[in-house]
């Protein structure tokens, strides 16, 4: 009670902006490169770091739209990518939220990457970053119930588990047999409803802390 009267009781004029601070600086410290995998090397776009040698850079501009490669299961996504990606690959994004999934997907060499998410806001995110990678966007404003069967041979969904268990008759429908599907944003006790919703011949788990990424080899 006292801090709210405190805070109740502050005069106008009382909370100044810190002119000491380099926010601008302090914002840029905040989203460094990251190598991820073998082949990955993330940047945001005002940095001046050279791409590391045998690595891609993939620019991208941190924002409210998930996906800016800082979190781990973003980093699970994009190393389970590199690991399958052929020149021939049809990747879907769920979800793709800024687009680095699919953006990475196409760097990778797959033959098409498209990103799929129903909010705009999203999708304005993700056009921006496909622009800073001189890559034309391939998005689609939707969900995965407007996708026609057997679309793609690499699905990939970084979602929650709830979100993933309660569309994976659409996951696997938009899937290719044969193909892949990769999952992750979720929690390792979480896994075990996945492996029972999503099956699969061959399965590669990989893990980030807490945090689980499943890519499975489709029947």
């Keep these: 009670m006292v801090l709210i009267a405190t805070f109740a009781n502050a005069q106008p004029g009382a909370w100044k902006e810190d002119q000491s601070i380099d926010w601008v600086a302090e914002t840029q410290r905040a989203w460094p490169t990251r190598p991820v995998g073998q082949r990955i090397f993330l940047a945001p776009p005002w940095s001046r770091e050279s791409t590391p040698e045998g690595r891609f850079r993939l620019v991208h501009n941190p924002s409210f739209a998930s996906g800016t490669g800082e979190h781990p299961c973003t980093q699970l996504a994009l190393t389970a990518l590199e690991e399958c990606i052929t020149a021939g690959s049809r990747v879907i994004d769920v979800g793709t939220g800024s687009g680095i999934l699919a953006i990475a997907a196409r760097l990778l060499g797959a033959a ?51 979100v993933l268990l309660s569309i994976a008759d659409e ?49």
């Design 112 to 162: 098409s990457a498209m990103g799929l998410d129903p909010d705009d806001t999203a999708l304005d995110v993700a056009r921006e970053n496909h622009a800073l990678n001189g890559l034309e966007p391939q998005l689609i404003n939707g969900s995965a119930d407007c996708l026609m069967d057997c679309f793609a041979n690499i699905v990939v969904a970084n979602i929650d588990a709830t």
């Design 171 to 219: 996951l696997l429908r938009i899937s290719a047999p044969g193909g892949r599907l990769i999952l992750t944003g979720f929690t390792e006790p979480e896994l075990p409803a996945i492996e029972r919703n999503f099956p699969a011949s061959t399965k590669r788990v990989h893990q980030c802390g807490e945090w689980t990424c499943i890519n499975l080899q489709l029947s």
